[in-house]
C-alpha cells in the first residue's frame, strides 16, 4: 500500500477552486488524509479518481502506472497540475 502525496506544481491564471503551489491533497486509500490535506477541488478529485485507487496500491514491476509522476485535472482550459508522490506505508 502506498500515500499518495498530490502536490500543485502549476495553477492557471483562473481558477475557482482557490489551489495555489504548494498545496496538497494526501490519499491513503480509501480516505483523504485531512490534517495533511491544504486543499480539495471536487473537480480534481473526480478527475483524478481512476488513477488515485492503482497509485495506492501495489502494482506489478511494469505496470506503467509506476512511471507516472505528474497527473493534470481535467479541466480542458485551467488544468491545474499536480506532482504525484508515492510513499510505501
Wanted: glycine share 2%; with cysteine.
Amino acid at each position: 500500500m502506498y500515500k499518495v502525496v498530490l502536490e500543485v506544481v502549476r495553477v492557471p491564471k483562473r481558477f475557482s477552486a482557490g489551489f495555489e503551489v504548494g498545496d496538497k491533497m494526501v490519499i491513503k486509500d480509501p480516505k483523504i488524509v485531512l490534517n495533511e490535506t491544504s486543499n480539495v477541488c471536487l473537480y480534481a478529485l473526480s478527475s483524478l479518481m481512476p488513477y488515485l485507487i492503482s497509485l495506492t496500491r501495489e502494482l506489478p514491476k511494469d505496470d506503467w502506472m509506476n512511471q507516472v509522476n505528474e497527473l493534470c485535472c481535467s479541466d480542458p482550459h485551467n488544468p491545474v497540475k499536480f506532482k504525484v508522490t508515492r510513499i510505501p506505508i
